[in-house]
């Protein structure tokens, strides 16, 4: 069953609904994939056909703009599934994915996922509701690019990457994200990101290590992002 019945993946999204012969179904016609940092799963406008399951690694959703910046809208980790939107509405991706360290991932074809839709009244539930959250956390994030500060937008990030990522061993932020990308979490220039993160570090919030970032005073990051 090549470890399906144990995968994160199906811990912690719909396919915890599967059971054990649709598992063995899903082991079966699955495809594991390497995806090495800065690696595509898929581009935007692509056809997808199916469902990656992140077993490893982080990755990012995002769009290009209209200025030709990247704007990202989600960080993923290991435990998601990635493309079930466009499936389900049978539209091409209007997102990028992108592994920002490098990512183990599984695709499952639309046709399994389909057959599981119309045998297991729960998968289909847990998948709709996975698919609307992802919804909800959209609207909010448009909502926080209009309603907060840049700023507040930044620290907002920092506390959030430390919450669903956590330390490294030497107590910086686990995952590295570059200059550009978190400008591109934040929604601003990537020069007015380093001058904000140069700043944060004067204020004692933050210490730049290099290039990494560690949190000096959550409890001050939090009153910022709220205030």
């Known amino acids: 069953m090549n470890k399906c019945d144990q995968c994160i993946v199906r811990q912690l999204s719909s396919l915890k609904a599967l059971n054990k012969e649709e598992v063995i179904k899903l082991a079966n016609s699955k ?3 390497k995806i090495k940092k800065g690696e595509a799963l898929f581009e935007e406008g692509e056809v997808t056909n199916g469902v990656f399951c992140v077993k490893d690694g982080v990755g990012k959703l995002s769009k290009l703009s209209a200025n030709g910046k990247d704007q990202i809208v989600k960080l993923v980790k290991s435990g998601e599934l990635l493309g079930q939107r466009s499936m ?3 539209e091409p991706a209007n997102l990028t994915a992108k592994a920002i360290a490098d990512m183990e991932v ?3 074809p639309k046709a399994e996922i389909i057959n599981f839709f119309n045998s297991n ?3 289909s539930l847990n998948m709709m509701q996975s698919v609307c ?3 909800k956390e959209s609207e909010n994030e448009k909502i926080a690019l209009v309603q907060k500060t840049v700023k507040q937008r930044l ?3 920092l506390l959030q990457l430390h919450e669903a990522f956590g330390e490294d061993t030497d ?6 994200l570059t200059r550009e990308e978190l400008a591109g979490i934040i ?3 990537t020069e007015s990101c380093i001058r904000l993160l140069s700043d944060f570090n004067k204020l004692g919030l933050i210490e730049l290590v290099g290039k990494k970032i560690l949190l000096k005073d959550v409890r001050a990051l939090k009153k910022m992002a709220d205030n």
């Open 171 to 176: 107590k910086t932020l686990k995952v590295q």
């Open 133 to 135: 959250e992802d919804l």
């Open 121 to 123: 009244n729960q998968f």
């Open 187 to 189: 929604g601003t220039a």
């Open 31 to 33: 495809t594991t994939y």
């Open 106 to 108: 599984c695709f499952i």
């Open 155 to 157: 620290a907002e990030t």
């Open 88 to 90: 389900i509405s049978n």
